[in-house]
Every structure is written in structure tokens, then in C-alpha cells.
């Protein structure tokens, strides 16, 4: 089914660990963001990729990297885990905006 | 700077009953404006949308929205919540030509049989 997949589902690092959140479509969406999901806050934008090649801060973007590998690929990267960065964590994709985003099923990190 | 609010942090209805959930926003112009709902466990579906047009709109599930300039509310409304309804429903907001989706912090539904 066309959407938007997230690897792995789960993850438990430990303090200081790196990691790659892996983020594909395959619904030919120009945008793609990642965003982190914390009890009572919402969901906050770490990134965002408007288009191939670019790549853009979003609100709590410190602790992370990110890379628009092409058009279907978008990966969120900490390089040193904290206990601070234990959230849900969800890639999402938009073609316009009239045809909203469409979310990812979310990565669960526990940093220990 | 933009933000959107949802006063209601928890709400608990009774299954057949009404359903309300608000949402401002504050904004000069006209944002494009969404609600998504989020199962336990689950990712984001989107709900409906408000680009422009009838201010009244209609989405899956039963649910509809209304829009209120004067108000910068755009809050979301379902006749006769069901069982299934519970979960965590999330107003979003993006203004004209950003690629910013702005979120609220949520309401969580409970729905008692």
C-alpha cells in the first residue's frame, strides 16, 4: 500500500549512542518532515525537506541531522543519544497542501 | 509567532452524545487549518481540512468542522460520538506558503458506554 514507511518501529539506545531513523514514500510527495511526540506537547517539527536536496530547521531541531537522500528517502539522525531525545518520533509527507500530510506509523526511541 | 491551542486538554463524553472540540489559532490571514485523529499506538489520520470556501466542512468518520474568522476557531464536532471514537485528536495549522504544520497539544477523548 502506498504511504509512508518508518524503520525500525522500536529502539532502545543507550546515552551516547548514534542512530539513523530511516523515512521512504513512494507517493512521489515533493516534502517531507520529521517531527517528535511527547506526552502533553503535541507534536513539534525537527526538520523538514521542501524538495530534493534541501533541508530546513524546524522547531527543536538541536541534536539532530537529517538527509534528503532522494526523493522518496528522508533520515533523521542522532549522533548522541540523550535521555532528552526518548520521544515517538514521525516522518511525514505532502505532495500540496490541499492534499494534507500523510504520517508514518512512528519510531518508539527510549534512550537510556 | 504562530500557534494553535486546544483549551481542552481531556474530554469525556457519553457514548451517543455530542461532541465538541476546540481549537484558535492566532494568525493574521486565513491559515490552512486541519484536524487529525491519533489511535493508541497509532500514527496521525487526517480528519478534514479547511483551505477556503464553505466555512462549514465535512470529513471522514462523521466528523465536521467549522470555521470562524471572527473567532480564529476552527473547532471540530461529531452528532453521536461512538466507542471507537477515543482518542487523541490534534488541531494543526499551516499558514500560506510556509511548510511549517503547526500543531496543538491535543485533547484526549474518553468516551464511557
Known amino acids: 500500500n502506498a504511504g509512508v514507511t518508518q524503520t525500525p518501529k522500536f529502539q532502545v539506545l543507550k546515552t551516547g549512542q548514534s542512530m539513523t531513523l530511516q523515512c521512504a514514500q513512494d507517493?512521489?510527495?515533493?516534502?517531507m518532515y520529521w517531527y517528535r511526540q511527547d506526552p502533553g506537547m503535541g507534536l513539534r517539527l525537527i526538520y523538514y525537506s521542501a524538495s530534493e536536496g534541501t533541508t530546513d530547521k524546524g522547531e527543536v531541531p538541536n541534536g539532530y541531522n537529517v538527509s534528503r537522500l532522494n526523493k522518496r528517502e528522508f533520515s533523521l539522525r542522532l549522533e548522541s543519544a540523550a535521555p532528552s531525545q526518548t520521544s515517538v518520533y514521525f516522518c511525514?509527507?505532502?505532495?500540496?497542501?490541499?492534499?494534507?500530510?500523510?504520517f508514518g506509523s512512528g519510531t518508539r526511541l527510549t534512550v537510556v | 509567532a504562530q500557534s494553535v491551542t486546544q483549551p481542552d486538554i481531556h474530554i469525556t463524553v457519553s457514548e451517543g452524545a455530542s461532541l465538541e472540540l476546540r481549537c484558535n489559532y492566532s494568525?493574521?490571514?486565513?491559515?490552512?487549518l486541519f484536524w487529525y485523529v491519533q489511535s493508541p499506538g497509532q500514527g496521525l489520520q487526517l480528519l478534514l481540512k479547511?483551505?477556503?470556501?464553505?466555512?462549514l466542512v465535512q470529513g471522514i468518520k462523521g466528523f465536521e468542522a467549522e470555521f470562524k474568522r471572527s473567532q480564529s476557531s476552527f473547532n471540530l464536532r461529531k452528532p453521536s460520538v461512538h466507542w471507537s471514537d477515543a482518542a487523541e485528536y490534534f488541531c494543526?495549522?499551516?499558514?500560506?506558503?510556509?511548510?511549517?504544520?503547526?500543531f496543538g497539544k491535543g485533547t484526549k477523548l474518553t468516551v464511557n458506554p
Open positions: 507517493m512521489n510527495h515533493n516534502s
Open positions: 494568525y493574521g490571514a486565513t491559515p490552512y
Open positions: 494543526a495549522v499551516v499558514k500560506g506558503g510556509s511548510e511549517k504544520l503547526v
Open positions: 511525514a509527507s505532502r505532495y500540496r497542501f490541499f492534499y494534507g500530510y500523510t
Open positions: 479547511y483551505f477556503s470556501g464553505d466555512t
